[in-house]
């Protein structure tokens, strides 16, 4: 087996290995039910309501050259016919503690069958992983499966992050927003990643900013709100992504060079209020939960940061 840097060509083979995990492929209808239908019916816009980029080859191939010219990091693992049985997908961070320097694992997956091939996509990261000093991944605590082979390689629990959901409402706070469409992720580097941290900070940024999708009409057409904002002294970056399948719904991520703070919730909630949502999913840490209070319905689901130092 040979692990080698992912060429633009190889998009629709990932996708592949990504949509062999998809048990079922459904079509919402105008009722709320849904109905199966086979993958070649869908669009390409209900193809990537069941995963994102890698469920079709031509978003798949947006992605991929993103990550090529320098947003992350793409790896393949071939088979002695040259066939591609695995892939892993990682962003170099740059955090504040307890994160710090580090890869971060966003994706590792084999093609079902192949014996060995999560350990020789694992020994690569490890390897690349050597040049920064440690490696992370996010896993549900649910995932057993998942958690025991990170266990194995000797990752440990570094943070974690709960499902909340609050409604907006008109603060009494001061603060100042302006759209921000400035893509660069030098501006988050050593920041915080207060709010949506289910991927590592570079990932989410990667996901949500820069307009990777801008020609993909429907994807495009999803609002995201991408605002610079100051609350009572403290700088916040902030993008506000409208839920799927409920326009009143959004959730928010955020990054700062200072802890959350009750000011800044203040701020987020009257904004999104203004702004017509009614309510904000806002995955957060023990100190998220503390401020949002009685206010906040938590959700069962917890995910968690393992990491490791290489």
Same mark, same amino acid.
């Given at each position: 087996?040979?692990?080698?840097r992912?060429?633009?060509e190889?998009?629709?083979?990932?996708g592949q290995?990504?949509?062999a995990?998809i048990?079922?492929?459904?079509?919402?209808?105008?009722d709320?039910?849904?109905?199966?239908?086979p993958?070649?019916?869908?669009?390409?816009?209900e193809q990537?309501?069941h995963?994102g980029a890698?469920m079709n080859?031509?978003?798949?191939?947006?992605?991929l050259?993103?990550?090529l010219?320098?947003?992350?990091?793409a790896?393949?693992?071939?088979d002695?016919?040259?066939?591609i049985i695995?892939?892993?997908e990682?962003?170099?961070?740059e955090e504040a503690?307890p994160?710090?320097k580090?890869i971060?694992?966003?994706h590792l997956?084999?093609?079902?069958?192949?014996?060995?091939?999560?350990? @020789?996509l694992?020994?690569?990261i490890?390897?690349e992983?050597?040049a920064?000093?440690?490696?992370?991944?996010n896993?549900?605590?649910?995932?057993e499966?998942?958690n025991?082979f990170?266990h194995?390689y000797?990752?440990?629990t570094?943070s974690?992050v709960r499902?909340?959901t609050?409604?907006?409402q008109?603060?009494q706070?001061?603060y100042?927003?302006t759209?921000?469409?400035?893509p660069d @992720?030098?501006q988050?580097?050593?920041?915080?990643?207060?709010?949506?941290?289910?991927?590592?900070s570079?990932?989410?940024w990667?996901t949500?900013?820069?307009?990777?999708?801008? &020609?993909?009409m429907e994807?495009?057409?999803?609002?995201?709100?991408r605002?610079?904002?100051? &609350?009572s002294?403290?700088?916040a970056?902030?993008?506000f992504?409208q839920d799927l399948f409920?326009? $009143?719904t959004?959730e928010?991520?955020?990054?700062?060079?200072?802890?959350?703070?009750?000011?800044?919730?203040?701020?987020? $909630?009257?904004?999104a209020?203004r702004?017509?949502?009614r309510?904000l999913?806002?995955?957060?840490?023990?100190?998220?939960?503390?401020?949002?209070?009685?206010?906040?319905?938590i959700?069962?689901q917890?995910?968690?940061t393992?990491a490791?130092?290489?």
């Amino acid at each position: 087996m040979n692990v080698r840097r992912a060429r633009l060509e190889d998009a629709q083979s990932i996708g592949q290995l990504f949509r062999a995990h998809i048990e079922r492929w459904q079509r919402m209808l105008a009722d709320g039910s849904v109905e199966d239908v086979p993958y070649e019916k869908l669009t390409l816009y209900e193809q990537w309501q069941h995963g994102g980029a890698w469920m079709n080859t031509y978003t798949a191939t947006l992605w991929l050259s993103h990550l090529l010219r320098g947003a992350g990091i793409a790896r393949v693992l071939e088979d002695h016919e040259g066939q591609i049985i695995g892939y892993w997908e990682g962003f170099v961070n740059e955090e504040a503690a307890p994160f710090g320097k580090h890869i971060h694992i966003a994706h590792l997956l084999t093609l079902a069958g192949y014996a060995e091939t999560r350990d @020789a996509l694992m020994h690569d990261i490890l390897r690349e992983g050597a040049a920064v000093g440690r490696v992370s991944v996010n896993s549900a605590a649910y995932d057993e499966d998942r958690n025991v082979f990170y266990h194995r390689y000797g990752f440990e629990t570094v943070s974690s992050v709960r499902r909340h959901t609050v409604p907006t409402q008109v603060g009494q706070g001061f603060y100042r927003t302006t759209e921000h469409p400035n893509p660069d @992720a030098e501006q988050i580097r050593h920041m915080h990643m207060l709010l949506g941290r289910i991927g590592s900070s570079r990932q989410q940024w990667e996901t949500v900013w820069p307009g990777v999708w801008d &020609a993909v009409m429907e994807i495009a057409a999803e609002p995201v709100h991408r605002l610079r904002c100051s &609350a009572s002294g403290q700088e916040a970056l902030l993008a506000f992504r409208q839920d799927l399948f409920n326009s $009143r719904t959004a959730e928010i991520l955020c990054w700062s060079n200072k802890p959350f703070t009750s000011t800044l919730l203040i701020a987020l $909630r009257d904004w999104a209020h203004r702004a017509n949502y009614r309510s904000l999913i806002i995955w957060g840490d023990e100190a998220v939960t503390k401020l949002l209070g009685s206010d906040a319905d938590i959700a069962p689901q917890k995910i968690t940061t393992l990491a490791r130092e290489v």
